[in-house]
């Protein structure tokens, strides 16, 4: 020991043992790394699976990417995934896994616009979207179909487990307009907003567009999502009481603003009953005058004709004489190169529709129609664009965001 050669010999033995303590310790630490790799690639592995068992209608028909899943599934799903990955290894232990939906299910309203937004923006840049949508609305010189399709919705089961609810009706106007106040949210809004009618008028039937890929269970399905009667002759006709109704009040309002009209029905009421009687006559002849206006202009869209937003002398087509005179009312021809067609009002009418109420009702349609033609267990409300998944494997704790 008190040699000099001794010494160094026990030196060296410290030092080897420092050595082998810090190798010891790079093993232990490229152990737990690796152990972290292999749980991280099952569970990333895992959360794909899940996700790929996508359904195959909202897919084709819709293009919207959801797996159907509770999170009571998603958790033995992801568990048996790692289980089968890691099995072979001692340190695997007991495998916890909680899963969360909440966030990512499609029947919420956030999940299903991102999911459609998703879907047009890629469809626009690939031109897979057929070009049905233009400016005026697409659809001139097409007539209307207006024949009683007859179908209705009868069971009460089925209507209990749409996701709107079954609410009917689009609200009230200044209601709609709140979401409009201010100029950015108003600005973020319309572009969504012409995103989301566009895949509308693109994924949906309307009275002038019943060519799809797919059937369906409504032909008015674009009525549907305005007014969200379970008659579909019943959406078809509400939408034209209320295209009437806003044709009928721009009639009016060009009526009072226009002298040589106003002169018109002064004389005309004159005429009928002098004197005091003349101002309720020519309240009664301006409204029926109005009102005979904004049915040829709704025959003018069935024809699949353009009619302008705005009255003017060039666009007016009923005489005053047909209405003192009690005539039948004839369709008159007006071809306009400015305006709107039928599709373009009801693009409008979206526009204006509650955004809750709109995709309530997009769902609704999607449901009934899956469910009537292809699944009829589907419900969206099962549905998930995606998870949140928490994991405790091997003594560890993970956490993970899956999404489409």
Not at 79 to 85: G, I, L, M, Q, S
Not at 128 to 150: F, M, P, R, Y
Not at 235 to 248: A, I, Q, S
Request: hydrophobic share 40%; net charge negative; with cysteine.
């Amino acid at each position: 020991m008190k040699s000099r050669r001794g010494s160094s010999a026990i030196f060296l033995v410290f030092i080897l043992c420092g050595i082998f303590g810090v190798v010891f310790a790079f093993l232990a630490m490229a152990r737990q790394i690796a152990q972290v790799a292999a749980v991280d690639s099952a569970m990333a592995l895992g959360g794909r699976s899940v996700l790929s068992e996508y359904d195959p209608c909202l897919k084709e028909h819709y293009g919207l990417f959801a797996f159907r899943g509770q999170q009571e599934d998603i958790n033995a799903k992801m568990k048996r995934y790692v289980h089968a990955t890691l099995s072979s290894h001692s340190w695997l232990g007991e495998v916890k896994i909680t899963s969360d939906t909440s966030e990512y299910a499609l029947s919420n309203i956030d999940s299903f616009e991102e999911e459609i937004l998703e879907y047009v923006r890629y469809a626009l840049a690939e031109n897979l979207l057929k070009d049905k949508v233009d400016a005026a609305g697409g659809g001139e010189g097409q007539l209307l179909d207006t024949k009683e399709s007859g179908r209705c919705i009868g069971n009460k089961g089925v209507a209990e487990t749409l996701p709107s609810g079954g609410v009917v009706g689009s609200g009230d106007l200044f209601d709609r307009l709140r979401y409009f106040r201010d100029g950015s949210s108003a600005l973020k809004k319309s572009s969504a907003g012409f995103l989301v009618n566009r895949y509308i008028m693109e994924c949906f039937k309307n009275a002038q567009q019943q060519e799809l890929a797919h059937d369906t269970f409504f032909k008015y399905e674009v009525e549907y999502i305005l007014c969200g009667h379970l008659d579909d002759d019943e959406n078809r006709k509400d939408v034209r009481r209320r295209l009437k109704l806003v044709r009928n009040g721009v009639a009016l309002l060009y009526l009072y603003t226009d002298q040589k009209k106003m002169s018109q029905l002064t004389t005309a009421a004159e005429t009928l009953t002098p004197g005091p009687a003349a101002v309720v006559t020519q309240l009664a002849l301006a409204e029926a005058w109005a009102l005979a206006e904004a049915e040829n202009d709704m025959r003018l869209l069935e024809h699949g004709y353009k009619v302008p937003l705005e009255k003017t002398d060039a666009t007016w087509a009923v005489e005053l004489e047909n209405i003192v005179k009690k005539k039948p009312e004839k369709f008159i021809p007006m071809d306009s190169e400015r305006g709107f067609t039928y599709q373009g009002y009801l693009q409008m009418l979206l526009f204006l529709e509650s955004r809750d109420r709109k995709y309530g009702r997009m769902m609704d349609l999607m449901q009934i129609n899956i469910q009537g033609l292809w699944d009829s267990t589907f419900l969206m409300r099962e549905h998930n664009t995606g998870f949140h998944v928490e994991g405790t494997v091997g003594g560890k704790k993970y956490r993970y965001d899956n999404e489409y």
